[in-house]
């Protein structure tokens, strides 16, 4: 492919070109890119084969110049996402009253849930100068960013020697200005799921908003509850959980750029909402912060929980808890090696006492793996997924050499 430039800058190319040259371009571009569908890279990708990548590829195609926030033009996708949000409320504890909103990702759920918050925190405590974020020192920084652009302050707490938080430190930090905790389930680096129970107890007491991000394991956990024992429950019918956001394209499995927000109480939902109504235009109001949300991703995303049922559900994450137990077994049987904590559901960070275990990530990566890596305390880190039944064995294997390399 030609390139264009003008004083170093890319240009657009002087005349259009044809989609066979465009093919070649873009397959030249990612041949660097991680090979994923061999079970090669270590999180980003929510893979379940190519059939359910087929079907939301198909919807999304059907829907791809759509804007999903203009339900007025497009009543089909305004109905599937409340289809989406009513699933995800029957799978995640919402009672008759719940409510939620289809948004973009994770991110934009995060900061509408802070928004919410802080519009119920100030009609209850207007007179609170400076109200602040609560969160163990595990949760997702994208809480930081939240404050930071409303102008709040943010206490991350220690975690508990079993990588979750600390209901008790919790319990002593919060404070007249506290007007938000943050509960993992599960935290991304270490895998296991905030004790919401009580921390939702607490929160209740001191009438503190608690938001479960469950960004990860929103749709995976109610599944795996189903045949494993014991996994910690976070949904919105504990106690004091007044918000929860699940991402429909991690293991929903849908197209990049959907989730969803819910609150357990409409009032809390409708602190969501934002109105103007001195526009020449006419009154604007809007419950997100994007403007548009791609008609594609939501197609899929319906399109894909349709076509997958409850019983396609199941069996993934089946499949899931299976190769997550494969990786455990093979980690632990490599000397010097040992998994931190007790993940819950399919993400695993491990480490080592005896040796530099990024070293070992960077030969990892000289073998062609994504490796993704803890800093505090040092470990490797990864997700499982369906797609890692294709490199499971020999992703332990070459851990082996590498670990046997770097000790020798």
Not at 115 to 136: D, I, K, N, W
Not at 202 to 228: K, N
Not at 233 to 259: E, K, W
Request: hydrophobic share 45%; charged share 20%.
């Amino acid at each position: 492919m030609p390139s264009f430039t003008v004083q170093g800058r890319k240009t657009l190319p002087a005349r259009g070109q044809p989609w066979s040259e465009l093919q070649q371009a873009l397959s030249a571009l990612r041949s660097a890119d991680t090979d994923w569908r061999q079970g090669r890279a270590s999180l980003d990708v929510y893979y379940a084969g190519e059939d359910v990548l087929d079907v939301a590829r198909r919807a999304y195609a059907m829907f791809i110049s759509e804007n999903a926030r203009a339900p007025h033009l497009f009543p089909s996708l305004q109905r599937m996402q409340e289809d989406l949000v009513q699933i995800s409320l029957s799978l995640l504890g919402g009672g008759r009253e719940a409510a939620g909103t289809v948004t973009c990702g994770s991110a934009e759920s995060a900061m509408l849930a802070v928004c919410s918050a802080y519009r119920a925190f100030r009609a209850r405590r207007p007179h609170v100068r400076r109200p602040h974020l609560l969160l163990p020192a595990s949760a997702h920084p994208v809480y930081e960013q939240a404050a930071e652009i409303m102008g709040l302050d943010l206490i991350r707490v220690a975690i508990g020697g079993d990588y979750r938080a600390s209901v008790e430190t919790l319990g002593q930090c919060i404070e007249p200005e506290t007007m938000m905790i943050v509960a993992s389930a599960p935290s991304q680096p270490f895998g296991a799921i905030d004790p919401v129970e009580a921390i939702g107890r607490i929160a209740r007491e001191r009438d503190v908003w608690l938001h479960v991000d469950a960004c990860i394991g929103g749709f995976l956990a109610p599944h795996v509850a189903r045949f494993v024992a014991g996994v910690p429950r976070f949904d919105l019918a504990l106690p004091g959980v007044r918000s929860l956001s699940a991402d429909l394209h991690t293991f929903g499995y849908a197209a990049n750029g959907v989730s969803v927000l819910l609150h357990a109480d409409p009032d809390d939902h409708a602190h969501q909402t934002f109105e103007y109504n001195q526009w020449p235009k006419g009154t604007w109001r809007s419950q997100t912060l994007s403007g548009t949300l791609a008609g594609g991703a939501v197609a899929a995303a319906w399109a894909v929980m349709h076509y997958l049922g409850e019983t396609g559900y199941r069996a993934l994450a089946q499949r899931v808890m299976h190769l997550r137990d494969r990786y455990i077994e093979g980690i632990e049987r490599i000397g010097g090696l040992h998994v931190l904590g007790k993940p819950d559901l399919s993400v695993i960070a491990f480490g080592s006492d005896e040796f530099d275990i990024h070293a070992v990530g960077d030969a990892m990566q000289q073998r062609g793996w994504q490796i993704s890596r803890l800093s505090n305390p040092a470990a490797l880190h990864m997700t499982v997924t369906p797609v890692h039944d294709q490199g499971v064995e020999a992703y332990l294997e070459d851990l082996g050499r590498c670990v046997f390399a770097v000790r020798k």
